[in-house]
């Protein structure tokens, strides 16, 4: 023995090598091929005077971890209202997300991170680059979130400020006042920092809202300026004797649901609502929503005028009739009327891959070109809603066929279709627990594995 392996000994451990990797890399395509629609991606808000060659670079972690940031995106360019992605997210997991922008190898500034349920869209990074020798007349622009009871002839005045400076100077005036109303600020300078505010009067030139000051470096665009008015609609007239006083009108609190992650059976969203500073309990102001991204929700029984605490919560029902609360927004404040109001919802939830069965058979066979008949089963899953199912030539493809529909309760879903004598076609499908849904929507499963037949 000299200490050198043997030939034999070389060529064992190599063969070994070779199959442990090729397990691995097998495993990991499969693993790939049944990955849920999931990912996390969004759009990049950059504000300020953005150097020549700066770049982005992202990181992630899962939340309420101690773990490391790990990059999963860089030399982004930093373009205001560019896409980003993160494709690698897993369903069901909940993850923090920051940024830098880069030059030159150094970073300039980073955005707040953000925390989200994958899989997610429409997730926004904001990044403020600071320049004290920028160029004047850079523009700052948006529109107002006007929200409450507006007296007629109200109007909106915008001031801004440097953020080392104490006085607000008026950047325009007397802007009619109305929700969604443009505003622009046209004269300040790239690179500087601003606090922007709005404010409300009446007719007699009374504040009655006044905005939470905006910080945002200049330019800027597609900025939101959110004022509640607090004025009251006019006393209702006393009524003549036995006349009972009528009631205020009801007015509605309305907007959207940022729903990230994937819907659960038998779960629902619930709107609530209490007067602001009443220190009530809150009530359910809307039930039963489907949990579903960019689903509508209002609310029609707020008084004008008033201020209201409201928040979104995931709810499951339990079989005992229970609910169990498994996700809740944070509460927004708002005067009624109001509109656009957006609820956040992480659900930190992932659909698992389906276990169906998928069964086929041929039917007549077409000499005259070759084909054949063909009858493909896919079989129904507890709970499920809607199915995404396709059948390709090759495994994972869908040449022949890519669609969804709903489960309608049926024990299996049949479909015919005419298939070229002698060739291997692939099935499988996905589910969801939400009816109505489109090919590619977060809410489905992973792909089952494929199912492959042949009519010879």
Known sequence: MNGKPSTPLLVGIV??????????????LHQDANQPPAGVSGTLNVNGSVPNGATITLSQREANTNQGFAEF??????????????????SGKNYEIKGALVVNGKTVTTADPIFVSAPATGESLTFEVANASGTKNSVISGSVDLNGYVPQGATIT?????VDETT??????????????????STAIAGHVYDVQGTLYDVNG?????????????PAKGEMLTINSTAQPPVTPTPAANTPTPAPAQVAISGTINFNGASQPNTRIVIFQRVTGSGNNFQVAQD??????????????????????????????????????????????????????????????????????ISSSCGNFNSGNNTWTATVNFGAIPSAQSYWMQIGTSNGGNQLTNFTANANNQPQ????YTVQNNTTYYARYAYAFTPNLQANSNDFSPFSNTTSFNCN
Not at 158 to 162: A, E, R, S, T, W
């Open 73 to 90: 995106a860089n030399n982004i360019s930093a373009t205001d209202t560019g896409d980003w992605t993160f494709p690698e997210a897993i």
């Open 168 to 185: 607000y100077t008026t950047i325009v005036s007397s802007l009619a006042a109305k929700d969604g109303q443009t505003v622009t600020y």
């Open 206 to 218: 009374q504040t009655i809202g006044t905005s939470t000051p905006l910080q945002v470096t200049a």
């Open 288 to 357: 039963n929503i489907s949990p579903q991204n960019g689903v509508t929700w209002q609310w029609n029984g707020g008084t004008s005028g008033t201020m209201y605490d409201l928040f979104a919560a995931y709810k499951l029902r339990n079989s005992n009739g229970t609910d169990t609360d498994l996700s809740d927004s944070s509460i927004i404040t708002v005067a009624a009327p109001a509109s656009n109001e957006v609820f956040t919802i992480n659900t930190g939830y992932s659909v698992p891959q389906n276990n169906g069965q």
């Open 413 to 416: 879903l049949t479909y015919t």
């Open 158 to 162: 915008i001031q801004g400020k440097g």
């Open 15 to 28: 063969v070994i090598l070779i199959a442990v990797l090729g397990f691995f890399f097998y495993r990991t």
